[in-house]
């Protein structure tokens, strides 16, 4: 099936459930950030902390993945995952990065750009064994971001892996997985406007470290 770029371009939404203003928001982004989160929450939208994860190689080719945010706070957005994985590497190399919710129920999207740092190995330990026991084993079984032969390999993986902690309690954490957080330097809220008049309002960290709030031309 073809779809003809004339469909595709007169695809159109017109924004209209809210607007957004500098006397409305929070001092702090990440307080502005909870009220909008929790927003999302109280919507029932499906997976509110599925967001998407940017990062960059070394020489700066950009790469994005779907992630799901595991917590905030004043220090900054957390995600898990394999630090040998493509986004492990590319971190390790370059740690800038850059995060996106989009909640379109709600008509709503939040940019973040920051730099990444790992976890507390006993914060990652805790999560970790607070997973699902078949999340565990997953995470031990799939040498994630390489190539493979088939999916039998990790299914024979999985059923290794299952048969020896069957009867053990707690699985051991395996040392190439744990947290990261992405501690922000910049946040840009995102509302939907009539006419495509969209709401932009920008906190940018000062040298100072308090947060400068500004609108943006949509």
């Keep these: 099936m073809t779809i003809h770029k004339e469909i595709i371009q007169n695809l159109r939404q017109d924004y209209q459930a809210a607007t957004l203003s500098e006397e ?5 982004p990440i307080s502005q950030f909870s009220t909008w989160f929790s927003d999302a929450m109280s919507s029932e939208i499906h997976e ?30 957390v995600f898990y995952t394999n630090y040998l994985s ?7 190399k370059n740690s800038k990065a850059a995060l996106v919710f989009f909640w379109q129920d709600l008509e709503r999207q939040v940019r973040i750009e920051g730099t990444l740092e790992k976890l507390d190995e006993k914060e990652s330990e805790a999560y ?16 994630q971001s ?15 892996l299952e048969e ?16 990261y957080i992405v501690k922000p330097s910049l946040i840009e809220f995102w509302q939907g406007g009539h006419g495509r008049l969209h709401d932009r309002i920008v906190y940018k960290l000062m040298a100072n470290q308090n947060w400068k709030i500004t609108r943006l031309a949509p």
Aim: aromatic share 6%; no cysteine; proline share 8%.
């Design 24 to 28: 409305d928001v929070a001092k702090d």
């Design 48 to 77: 509110p902390n599925i967001m998407t994860l940017a990062t960059a190689t070394a020489d700066g080719i950009p790469s994005a993945r779907i992630m799901l945010l595991k917590g905030f706070d004043d220090k900054g957005f």
């Design 86 to 92: 493509r986004k492990g590497q590319e971190i390790t």
């Design 128 to 143: 970790f064994h607070s997973r699902p026991k078949a999340s565990q084993i997953g995470a031990l079984a799939s040498p």
């Design 146 to 160: 390489r190539e493979i032969d088939n999916k039998q390999f990790l299914l024979n993986n999985i059923q290794l």
């Design 164 to 179: 020896k902690y069957k009867d053990i309690a707690e699985i051991p954490k395996p040392p190439h997985w744990g947290g």
